[in-house]
Nanobody
Framework: RFSWQASGGGLVQPGGSLRLSCVGSGFSSDYYAIAWFRQAPGKEREGISC????????YHADSVKGRFTISRDNTNNTVYLQMNSLKPENTAVYYC??????????????????????????WGKGTQVTVSS
């Protein structure tokens, strides 16, 4: 079974950094994007970062742009989310997910899928990130 598992969460002080990892188990030629979502208590699941596994294009939500960076290591089938300058409002459960829709080559379609939880097909268990002093 192809799956993804997020790890690397924990407790960090405001202004600190964490690096989350999403490791794929098995291989799939169907996925075209790997995304990071987060869900804070009482809020909807939010797509924050995404990377195309076809051409390397990336997307970052405005709320994290300039602070979070998504990257990939194809050799180890791993996607990372480097989170810098963390804020208390970033406290949430962070999930990684994979989308398997046919690759269109359209950046707008890629972004739309990355922004919506319904654009993703494969979900892993989340990892808790808590930003607090």
């Amino acid at each position: 079974r192809f799956s993804w598992q997020a790890s690397g969460g924990g407790l960090v002080q405001p202004g600190g950094s964490l690096r989350l990892s999403c490791v794929g188990s098995g291989f799939s030629s169907d996925y075209y994007a790997i995304a990071w979502f987060r869900q804070a208590p009482g809020k909807e699941r939010e797509g924050i970062s995404c990377i195309s596994m076809k051409d390397g294009s990336t997307y970052h939500a405005d709320s994290v742009k300039g602070r979070f960076t998504i990257s990939r290591d194809n050799t180890n089938n791993t996607v990372y989310l480097q989170m810098n300058s963390l804020k208390p409002e970033n406290t949430a459960v962070y999930y990684c997910a994979a989308g398997s829709a046919p690759y269109s080559g359209s950046y707008s379609v890629f972004v739309a899928d990355c922004r919506s939880r319904y654009g993703m097909d494969y979900w892993g268990k989340g990892t808790q990130v808590t930003v607090s002093s």
